[in-house]
């Protein structure tokens, strides 16, 4: 469990609520909602205002926190994102990732909480945007540089949609990181 409101997972579907598990602060008063000030934390209210999310933050566990920051680095700066100051809160150590000026979502790589050794999922796999072309080969090639492991070099995968342009690596703790640019829903 986090000790900060802001890192609760919210999931929301606004273009199929038939179909959709929708988690509203009407239900579940933890869950930060876009109205609800209560449950937000004043720095972040702004960032969270009128806005929707799929998911509040994604972890995966690493063994060596300083060499998966490295890697994180390496492929997330090149598309836009930072790291921010994680606020200990009794947990593991972790790195955090977000886009400027968004509080909202979030990416950390933690220490496993159980204090086991850390295991990539069979079948996990995180996806990251990119904005063009240009900023999936360059991040690819600083993961590389990092410390990753190719699963799949750049390039066009027009069986996933026409424009549809990624690669694929693996961290130094073996987890899979995709990254898209998603020319398909342009």
């Known amino acids: 469990m986090f000790a900060d409101a802001d890192t609760l997972i919210c999931i929301s579907d606004d273009n199929d609520r038939s179909s959709s598990v929708e988690y509203e602060a009407a239900r579940h008063p933890n869950c930060p909602s876009a109205g609800d000030a209560d449950t937000v934390p004043a720095t972040n209210r702004s960032s969270l205002s009128g806005r929707r999310f799929m998911f509040s933050h994604v972890t995966v566990g690493v063994s060596d926190l300083d060499a998966a920051a490295a890697f994180y680095d390496a492929i997330l700066l090149p598309l836009g994102l930072?790291?921010?100051?994680?606020?200990?809160?009794?947990?593991?150590?972790?790195?955090?990732?977000?886009?400027p000026?968004?509080?909202?979502?979030?990416?950390?790589?933690?220490?496993?909480?159980d204090r086991q050794p850390a295991s990539a999922g069979?079948?996990?796999m995180l996806a990251f945007l990119a904005s063009d072309e240009q900023q999936v080969l360059?991040?690819?090639a600083a993961g590389l540089l990092a410390g990753g492991r190719s699963e799949g070099g750049p390039g066009e995968r027009p069986h996933y949609g026409k424009g549809y342009f990624g690669a694929y690596l693996r961290d130094?703790?073996?987890?899979?990181?995709?990254?898209?640019?998603?020319?398909?829903?342009?």
């Open 122 to 124: 069979n079948g996990s």
């Open 138 to 140: 360059r991040a690819y």
């Open 82 to 99: 930072q790291q921010r100051e994680v606020t200990p809160d009794g947990g593991p150590a972790a790195r955090c990732w977000i886009k």
């Open 101 to 113: 000026g968004q509080a909202l979502p979030r990416f950390y790589a933690y220490q496993p909480f």
């Open 172 to 186: 130094p703790d073996g987890n899979k990181v995709h990254l898209v640019h998603r020319g398909d829903l342009a």
